[in-house]
């Protein structure tokens, strides 16, 4: 159960667009289209964005969207905001009812 | 409206054990997988446990195996989280998440709060 790969930090300017990849293996990512992405303010519990890869609960911006290329999901936030600044979380189903969690990627809004 | 609402957190000594609890709200408790995520002071999420609706069936991470227990009471609408031999790794915000709707669904739609256990002499 080895965490999948984030880039460590991303940043942007508002309004412009900005994607975080999410990189696992054949067990995992590869696998399943159970990609979930999650958004966490600083002291604040995560908010589910996107699941099964690309599918966004109620209420959740369109600006967000998820995809998906062999091992490799991204997260793509397009027309930044300054509210978008936060860390986000790439989740993914690894077989045997247990996931995996990448190991974060802070958003910076420059 | 959904809510979940951990409680049990706190300090506790290397060896000892300490045991979480998450009562829910909001909807039919007892149709939904639930699940623990920690998260160690400044790290990453990291998937604990999970059991099935009708707390027949649990699951572990593979590291955390024989230490912790997940438990259930769906007359209480409450999880549980047993956890023992406790470690300094172990100091983390323990979350309580639902999982969604789906007969297949591995993604959490709903999040509490989160407990801290802290483990330090």
């Known amino acids: 159960q080895s965490a999948l790969t984030q880039p460590a930090s991303v940043s942007g300017s508002p309004g412009q667009s900005i994607t975080i990849s999410c990189t696992g293996t054949s067990s995992d990512v590869g696998s399943y289209n159970l990609v979930s992405w999650y958004q966490q303010h600083p002291g604040k519990a995560p908010k589910l964005m996107i699941y099964?890869?690309?599918k966004r609960p109620s209420g959740v911006s369109n600006r967000f969207s998820g995809s998906k290329s062999g091992n490799t999901a991204s997260l793509t936030i397009s027309g930044l905001q300054a509210e978008d600044e936060a860390d986000y979380y790439c989740?993914?189903?690894?077989?045997?009812?247990?996931?995996?969690f990448g190991g974060g990627t802070k958003l910076t809004v420059l | 409206e959904v809510q979940l609402l951990e409680s049990g957190g706190g300090l506790v000594q290397p060896g000892g054990s300490l045991r979480l609890s998450c009562a829910a709200s909001?909807?039919?408790?007892?149709?939904?997988?639930m699940s623990w995520v920690r998260q160690a002071p400044g790290k990453g999420l990291e998937w604990v446990s999970a059991?099935?609706?009708?707390?027949?069936?649990?699951y572990y991470a593979d590291s955390l195996k024989g230490r912790f227990t997940i438990s259930r009471d769906n007359s209480k609408n409450t999880v549980y989280l047993q956890m023992n031999s406790l470690r300094a790794e172990d100091t983390a915000v323990y979350y309580c998440a639902k999982y969604g709707p789906a007969a297949i669904s591995y993604y959490f739609d709903y999040w509490g709060q989160g407990t801290l256990v802290t483990v330090s002499s």
């Open positions: 989740c993914s189903y690894a077989g045997n009812n247990i996931v995996v």
């Open positions: 099964e890869v690309s």
């Open positions: 059991i099935s609706g009708s707390g027949g069936i649990p």
């Open positions: 909001g909807f039919t408790f007892a149709s939904y997988a």
